[in-house]
């Protein structure tokens, strides 16, 4: 497939419904429209121009993911009884779980740059600052649950479970974030 940034909308949407797997590249475009939203919505260059990085840094991770997949999708063609299968099935989760958890933590500092900014959004852009929050924490959340569903698989439990945790700590912080921004944005309504 043609990268992600020069397909059209409906060339890309129709590739997720096609046969490869691309759920971690549509949690990745959340996260593109969550920080070009956000740029919209903040006020300061400073963060409008962070907010920026990051939409560009997740329209390449929506390309990077289809190829993070790559190893995994080798290793599961491979009757379970080939040793080469066991042997790297591990590290091919592994490599399949860095582009979800750079999703995760990029949108979650898209959603605490935009909510750092939120008293000071121009009105215009108040729903846009919603949408953002609300396309971070999806991206975040989907992204969290494609890491715990490769993490579920692995023979290394103790890499798998620290990757669990990683997730938990992650919502644990962020999503209180998301809600105090998004209730902020409501009182200014």
Known sequence: MDKSADVTLAEFTKSLAGEEPRGGAAAALAGTLAAALAA?????EAAAAKL??????MLHLMDEDAKALKPLEK???LPE?????????????RVACYIPTEVMYTAADAAETLASGVESCPKGALADAVVALELCRAAMRASRLGIVAHAAHMADEVFGMTL???CELVSEKYEPIID??????????
């Open 180 to 189: 105090a921004a998004l209730a902020a944005i409501e009182e200014r309504f």
């Open 52 to 57: 920026e990085r990051i939409r560009a840094y």
């Open 81 to 93: 009884d080939d040793p080469g299968r066991g042997a790297h099935l591990d590290a091919a989760l």
């Open 75 to 77: 290793y599961l063609a």
């Open 40 to 44: 919209r919505a903040v006020a300061g």
């Open 164 to 166: 669990r945790r990683e």
